[in-house]
């Protein structure tokens, strides 16, 4: 065990078992404000007081960079109840992600302030892009973390010292706990309420939220879809268009290199430079990309879904949406709706003679 994990489990044994464990969650100009939000909110209703009653079993501090007002990325104006250099003794310090937070000297204050509070706080915790805070105080090398899917390979590469696991809703690596994008700052406040009160708490937590306790898969089953996430060549721009407009066809590696214009060998050598992808496996994404948005809308019936999407059957496309989103599709149907939609829309009465049924 590291040193420092040897002096905070001592810490964890004496001083903060007392109750209520003071939260500090740290502010700043061009917050995301949900990041905030939302955990805070989960640590609220497991104190389970009136907010107008003192704390039970959490007191939660907003903490800012100074004190007064800062002002969030969509405009919401926050109010601090006190400075860094005023914030009292925490339990666990939670660092909110934004573009804020990823500025020169934002970074440098609150990576130096985390460090000065690492060694007398049992917690330190990081919600979706937060992650760029807590990695800059050098405190991470080696350790496991993860960060807002869009910003995983960039944080990489700012922190090479980390062990980046991108695809994960939420990270514990000793004292150090790290979430996913936004809403999985709620997953992890879940998690650490369990940690300290029990499954009971954390799970009555997740009801009152009307979340899940917790939560299938990785951050991949939320993103949006894979032709948002890159900017093709133009000479794939109309190939990637005539793609999407027609899913279920048949697209050979030949079919598509006479779109292009290219022959199959110059296609597949261009298009994985382009892509570090073949074209069998982008195509397979594009595929289960749609296949998600289809299913979240709860009305067609996986069979169906696979066959439109240009799976050659459903046991094929359930093996592959399994392997990439780390969740079945009836799964993933639960977690964003509660419509039923049965394996043959034919069979439903209220969908007989819709539009496009």
């Not at 007081?49 to 704390?55: E, F, G, L, N």
Request: charged letters at 25%; aromatic letters at 8%.
């Amino acid at each position: 065990m590291r040193h420092e994990e040897v002096r905070l489990e001592s810490l964890m044994q004496s001083s903060w078992q007392n109750l209520p464990r003071r939260i500090g969650f740290l502010g700043f100009d061009g917050i995301e404000a949900l990041d905030l939000t939302a955990p805070l909110e989960a640590f609220r209703i497991a104190d389970g007081a009136d907010w107008r009653a003192p704390p039970i079993r959490y007191e939660t501090l907003v903490i800012g960079l100074t004190q007064g007002v800062f002002v969030a990325e969509s405009g919401l104006r926050i109010q601090a109840d006190m400075s860094l250099d005023q914030a009292p003794s925490l339990d666990t310090i939670i660092v909110p992600g934004g573009a804020g937070l990823r500025e020169p000297r934002t970074n440098a204050v609150v990576a130096e302030w985390l460090r000065d509070r690492a060694g007398c706080s049992r917690r330190l915790v990081s919600v979706c892009t937060g992650l760029y805070g807590l990695a800059a105080t050098g405190l991470m090398s080696g350790r496991r973390a993860t960060t807002h899917w869009r910003h995983a390979a960039d944080c990489a590469r700012r922190f090479p010292e980390l062990d980046l696991v991108p695809d994960a809703i939420f990270v514990k690596d000793g004292p150090f706990h790290s979430s996913g994008g936004m809403t999985a700052g709620i997953d992890l406040a879940l998690s650490l309420i369990e940690e300290d009160h029990g499954p009971s708490l954390a799970l009555a937590t997740a009801r009152q939220l009307v979340v899940h306790a917790k939560r299938s898969g990785g951050q991949l089953q939320y993103s949006e879809p894979l032709r948002l996430q890159v900017r093709a060549p133009d000479r794939f721009a109309d190939l990637l268009a005539r793609i999407m407009g027609d899913l279920g066809a048949e697209w050979s590696v030949d079919r598509m290199a006479a779109v292009t214009g290219l022959s199959a060998r110059q296609f597949n050598r261009r298009f994985r430079a382009a892509f570090a992808a073949t074209p069998a496996a982008f195509l397979e994404a594009l595929r289960l990309d749609e296949a998600r948005e289809r299913l979240a809308s709860g009305r067609i019936g996986v069979e169906s879904i696979a066959q439109t999407v240009g799976f050659r059957s459903g046991d094929v496309f359930r093996r592959a949406f399994e392997r990439r989103f780390g969740v079945t599709p009836t799964g993933y149907r639960r977690s964003f709706t509660t419509i039923h939609a049965p394996d043959d829309p034919q069979n439903c009465p209220s969908l007989k003679g819709a539009s496009g049924v």
